[in-house]
T-cell receptor
Framework: DADVTQTPRNRITKTGKRIMLECSQT?????MYWYRQDPGLGLRLIYY???????NKGEISDGYSVSRQAQAKFSLSLESAIPNQTALYFC???????????FGNGTRLTVT | GDSVTQMEGPVTLSEEAFLTINCTYT??????LFWYVQYPGEGLQLLLK?????DKGSNKGFEATYRKETTSFHLEKGSVQVSDSAVYFC??????????????FGQGTILTVHP
């Protein structure tokens, strides 16, 4: 969905490095989410934010942090990357609790 | 807690074959149910949804009926095309409680359609 832009699309980093994944949206949605996708596990929620001042942990937040710099921007950080954080990461937005999620095209992260 | 279970994949079909991908769920409230599709190199896109029991969601020839009695939301298509090759995710959104409308996903089913 071109309205939700993730950068970079691909990233290879080494164990112990700090890395930031960025997400920006032009949909004007208050709600933003970070998910990771692993083969056979589907998507799992890392963090979510319902507005600039509201940030909440998801089911797998350990090892991650987020920053909601503005309504349109929600970044995900790995303070000290480890190999089992190798995954496909998706940012998503929604207008309200009953509306569908709109996903970015993902960031493929490899930690060596 | 909430959970979604999809049939094991991958699924391989010939063009024009009938497709069923099974999905069952566990939820404490009255969830909304969704099917998302992920084409290669892209993010997930909403395919269809149903918000209450006996609702039927449909889109692009795909259908799924919300069955509360069997806690199921199976995806069907009468005649698949090569362009339907993708990964399909069943998901639920619990409207109330502490879930705040977050999505819980199944593990995904890879569909490959051959000419």
């Amino acid at each position: 969905d071109a309205d939700v832009t993730q950068t970079p699309r691909n990233r290879i980093t080494k164990t112990g490095k700090r890395i930031m994944l960025e997400c920006s949206q032009t949909k004007g949605h208050d709600r933003m989410y970070w998910y990771r996708q692993d083969p056979g596990l589907g998507l799992r929620l890392i963090y979510y934010s319902f507005d600039v001042k509201d940030i909440n942990k998801g089911e797998i937040s350990d090892g991650y942090s987020v920053s909601r710099q503005a309504q349109a921007k929600f970044s995900l950080s790995l303070e000290s990357a480890i190999p089992n954080q190798t995954a496909l990461y998706f940012c998503a937005t929604s207008e309200h609790s009953e509306s569908p999620l709109h996903f970015g095209n993902g960031t493929r992260l490899t930690v060596t | 807690g909430d959970s979604v279970t999809q049939m094991e994949g991958p699924v391989t079909l010939s063009e024009e074959a009938f497709l069923t991908i099974n999905c069952t769920y566990t939820a404490t409230g009255y969830p909304s149910l969704f099917w998302y599709v992920q084409y290669p190199g892209e993010g997930l896109q909403l395919l269809l949804k149903a918000t209450k029991a006996d609702d039927k969601g449909s889109n692009k020839g795909f259908e799924a009926t919300y069955r509360k009695e069997t806690t199921s939301f199976h995806l069907e298509k009468g005649s698949v095309q090569v362009s339907d090759s993708a990964v399909y995710f069943c998901a639920l959104k619990d409207a109330g409680g502490t879930s705040y409308g977050k999505l819980t996903f199944g593990q995904g089913t890879i569909l490959t359609v051959h000419p």
